[in-house]
């Protein structure tokens, strides 16, 4: 299994770093070619518009959206979980995200900077335990559809969700060197919808 | 379950979600917007961009909290604000105003000749100027959770950036080639704490992102800079004072993703129209060069 981290804006370097770490092979996709050498798809943490924009600039948007719509693993953090809602909230007007995950998404709910936190993460059970969890001018889930797991929450509003194929948190576990998230995306979500593809 | 704001991942962590990107100076709310809608990962808001600063000379200070506040409310993406070096109540209002950085800047004009603030007391993060590693590492014991190279704002030409980013650079290079019973001399030349230098030896690079800026004014000039090590990049007169305001915005931003290919800064680089004017550094009289102050 491949995976890939999308490079176009942001600390995807870390997230690379996280993977290399969980013992997968690692790959920065910034073009198509990049994008249809890879099993899977991490978006990474930054500024959702930028990569947003980036994305469509490169003709690398609509491919990204297809190919998680036809099964493609991913995991986002953060901007990467604004971009992988089906809706979100408090958005530039012509704001659009991969979607696929069927959520609605408050971007900054956490409020501005000086309102960033870290803090200690309880996840549901079959879950890696405790996480130190840093919220940098986080969004959060407002509402889950069907089929939308949550498997963290924080002043009750929903931090980590996942489906059979995606997962997204509005924390950073890049920035902590703590990569159980990773590894928790690499086993219990990427390999096990791989497998069924296959 | 203690929630805690203002610690240094978080105040770093911000600063890493901007790499591979561009700052953009704004003076209102419509540029601002222009700058958000070109792909700009942050806005900087200031009363005066640098060439005006320049051009119009008298004391440059913090802007008007209502400016600050109209560009808040007109975007989605972190607003940045000046505050002069050393005014540490000028970043106390800047605080209360909720930005999301404050840039302890050379472009305005200095409040304090020997002191720059104190950035622990703060839960805002501070961005500081460097032209060298020991500049650096002091803003950072200071508390700076980001670092730019400072070039020469206001100016369009791009040398001393490109000269401070290899000061930067080599320094770090340097320290990291010397035996360990040599760091402690290195932090006396370097004028900066034991920790700190010790630090760079080991891990090769600054511990926090490091940014670049000050005369960029062109999409290669975006590239150039990453080419030379910087996660990201200021860009203050360079984008509101050319011909084509929107179009060079976007295309830096694509410059500065696409670095490495310059195919993608050839397409980035056409038509633009216009670039600023600009002035040669070397024209500039020494009494003028907003990069010497600071210490």
Known sequence: MKVGVLGLQGDFREHINSLIACGVDVAPVRRIEELNDVDALVIPGGESTTIAHLAQTFEIFDEIKTRIASGMPAYGSCAGMILLADQILDAPKDQKTFGGLDIVVRRNAFGRQVDSFESDLEFKDGFPGLLKAVFIRAPWVEKTGAGVEVLASMQSHPVAVRSKTLLATSFHPELTGDHRIHQYFVDQVARPALKKVQ | ?295
Request: proline share 4%.
């Open chain 2, 1 to 295: 379950m203690a929630e805690v704001t203002g610690t240094g991942r978080v105040k770093r962590g911000m600063a890493e979600m901007l790499k591979g990107g561009v700052i953009m100076d704004v003076v209102n709310a419509e540029q601002a917007k222009i700058a958000e809608d070109a792909g700009a990962v942050a806005v900087m808001a200031l009363e005066r961009v640098p060439a005006d600063i320049r051009a119009q000379g008298g004391v440059a200070r913090m802007s008007d909290p209502d400016m600050i506040e109209k560009i808040q409310a007109s975007v989605s993406i972190p607003v940045m604000a000046k505050a002069r070096i050393g005014h540490f109540v000028e970043a106390q209002v800047l605080q209360s105003l909720n930005v999301d950085y404050i840039d302890e800047s050379e472009v305005l004009t200095p409040s304090d000749y020997e002191n720059h603030i104190d950035k622990w007391n703060f839960t805002v993060p501070f961005v500081c100027g460097a032209t060298n590693l020991g500049e650096a590492l002091r803003r950072i014991n200071e508390g700076a959770a980001m670092i730019r190279s400072k070039g020469e704002a206001g100016t369009g030409d791009v040398s001393n950036a490109m000269m401070h980013m290899r000061k930067i650079g080599g320094e770090i290079r340097r320290l990291s080639s010397l035996r360990e019973d040599e760091l402690y001399v290195a932090a006396k030349e370097l004028q900066a704490p034991y920790a700190l230098v010790k630090e760079v030896a080991e891990t090769g690079k600054l511990p926090v992102v490091l940014f670049t800026a000050g005369g960029i004014a062109t999409p290669a000039d975006a590239a150039l800079m990453m080419a030379m090590g910087a996660d990201g990049v200021f860009i203050g007169s360079g984008i509101f004072k050319s011909g084509n305001p929107a179009q060079r915005a976007a295309a830096c931003v694509r410059a500065t993703t696409f670095w490495d290919d310059p195919k993608v800064v050839a397409d980035a680089s056409r038509g633009l129209g216009e670039a600023m004017v600009g002035i040669n550094v070397a024209d500039l009289p020494a009494p003028h060069r907003l990069s010497e102050r600071g210490w």
